[in-house]
């Protein structure tokens, strides 16, 4: 049985701050709670008006007391930007909190445009280019390894197990090499999803961690009562990421009606592509296409995502979303845990 779990990027909206964003957050996880989600991540970005989770660590420990079952996680926390030790301390600490609740995915993509990279870092020597080798000292620490002379405190020890996050193929030799599971970003940039895939697949070598391959997808979702409603709902992803790509970034916005239709059609292509991997619709649409979106991926987890602008819409989608996964995988076998 597949599972199906949720991507938060807290979001902030237009008429609306970055208190309500987190407060809207930790409710939406609570909520996923209940509806029977796996796990619930948030995301490391920077330097974007839209959106709250740049500390993300701090953002999962304010959603880890929202909730007490689910498993809470970063997807991703971006490692170039930061010393292998400081994250271990980080998620040693969330693992201190939430014992055996904690997740840590890693990118290697900056989470920002190169002008806010510098900020962070400094400077951009290394960086990406030694995305690997943080990797394997991040796992160093959190296993207590004495070679490296230093003991991560909080984290040596901590039960966080470490997924790679890619969105080319790249990520998915790192990950297939180390033996650890695979989240794939589909929700923004699916066109390497399949190839991606099947290289994890055919590439994985057994760990510590991981006897098998364990592909997650990333999938966004806009359900409503209405096939009317959930459009309307997505228009507010859609502004994003016409926004974003034009250089005009900031809030989220509220939905406007017949959005597509006044798009050019170069900005219609864009949207097309980068959102092809969504289902808009009703509850019946979104069943009918999670199950083709599986059939077409063999994907052990499903990460649902999806930008509403009304958090009590929001909730609703989810609500959706869940009653249509829980449908397509009612006769599946029970999944294995990574």
């Known amino acids: 049985m597949t599972r199906f779990s949720l991507l938060d990027l807290v979001p902030v909206r237009e008429g609306g701050d970055v208190a309500s964003a987190l407060a809207q957050t930790a409710d939406l996880a609570a909520h996923a709670e209940r509806l029977g989600y796996h796990r619930f991540w948030v995301a490391e970005h920077h330097g974007m008006a839209g959106i709250a ?40 600490t969330l693992d201190a909190l939430f014992p055996g609740r904690v997740d840590l995915g890693l990118g290697r993509a900056p989470g920002s445009d190169q002008k806010v990279a510098q900020a962070i870092r400094r400077n ?136 597509l239709a006044s798009l050019p059609m170069q900005a219609r292509a864009m949207l097309a592509d980068v959102m092809s991997v969504s289902s808009i619709g009703t509850r019946q649409d979104v069943e009918r296409d999670l199950a083709a979106f599986l059939d077409r991926t063999q994907a052990d987890e499903i990460i649902l995502t999806g930008q509403i602008h009304d958090p009590d819409a929001r909730k609703h989608s989810f609500a959706i979303a869940m009653a249509a996964a829980q449908a397509v995988t009612a006769r599946a076998p029970e999944p294995v845990d990574p």
């Open 53 to 92: 989770s740049a500390a993300t660590a701090v953002v999962l420990a304010h959603i880890g007391h929202a909730t007490s079952t689910m498993r809470i996680g970063a997807g991703g926390i971006m490692l170039p930007n930061h010393a292998p030790l400081v994250i271990a301390e980080q998620f040693g």
């Open 124 to 259: 951009l020597s290394g960086g990406a280019d030694q995305f690997p080798r943080d990797v394997m000292e991040l796992q160093a620490f959190l296993a207590g390894d004495e070679r490296l002379g230093i003991q991560a405190t909080p984290g040596a020890g901590a039960d966080v197990p470490l997924w790679i996050l890619g969105s080319s193929l790249y990520g998915a030799q790192l990950a297939a090499a180390l033996g650890l599971p695979y989240a794939f970003a589909s929700h923004f940039a699916p066109a390497a999803l399949y190839e991606a895939i099947a290289i994890y697949r055919r590439d994985f070598r057994p760990s510590a961690q991981l006897d098998r391959p364990y592909v997650m997808a990333a999938y966004n979702v806009f359900a409503a009562d209405s096939q009317e409603e959930a459009t309307l709902l997505a228009s507010s992803m859609q502004q994003a990421f016409v926004r974003l790509r034009t250089g005009q970034p900031g809030k989220l916005q509220p939905p406007v009606p017949d959005y």
